[in-house]
């Protein structure tokens, strides 16, 4: 069974830069893509960014197009979330995600790390 482990969060002023690690243990990812979600306070939980395991084919909500970049490393089963230029409300907890094929649902939740971006 696939667990996936994230590390790199913590507490950074307005417009200072922060890389999330996710890594998939407990077997090899072979699924279709991996990513981040995010929960705000007060807020549903909501999509944040993905990239394909195979193409590295990557989408973003518009949010933080041009201040994020997800990338991945086949070979260490981890994918990583730059955030540069972090704002007040990017402040949540941040999911890494597993997904087995193309589909509207995520087959494998990471635990979550919390980010905070004070002003």
């Known amino acids: 069974q696939v667990q996936l482990v994230e590390s790199g969060g913590g507490l950074v002023q307005a417009g200072d830069s922060l890389t999330l690690s996710c890594t998939a243990s407990?077997?090899?990812?072979?699924?279709?893509?991996m990513g981040w979600f995010r929960q705000r306070p007060g807020r549903e939980r909501e999509f944040v960014a993905t990239?394909?395991?195979?193409?590295?084919?990557?989408y973003y909500r518009d949010s933080v197009k041009g201040r994020f970049t997800i990338s991945r490393d086949n070979a260490k089963n981890t994918v990583y979330l730059q955030m540069d230029n972090l704002r007040p409300e990017d402040t949540a907890v941040y999911y890494c995600?597993?997904?087995?094929?193309?589909?509207?649902?995520?087959?494998?939740w990471g635990q979550g790390t919390q980010v905070t971006v004070s002003s």
């Open positions: 995600v597993g997904q087995l094929i193309p589909s509207n649902e995520y087959d494998y």
């Open positions: 407990g077997g090899t990812f072979s699924g279709y893509s």
């Open positions: 990239i394909t395991w195979s193409h590295g084919s990557t």
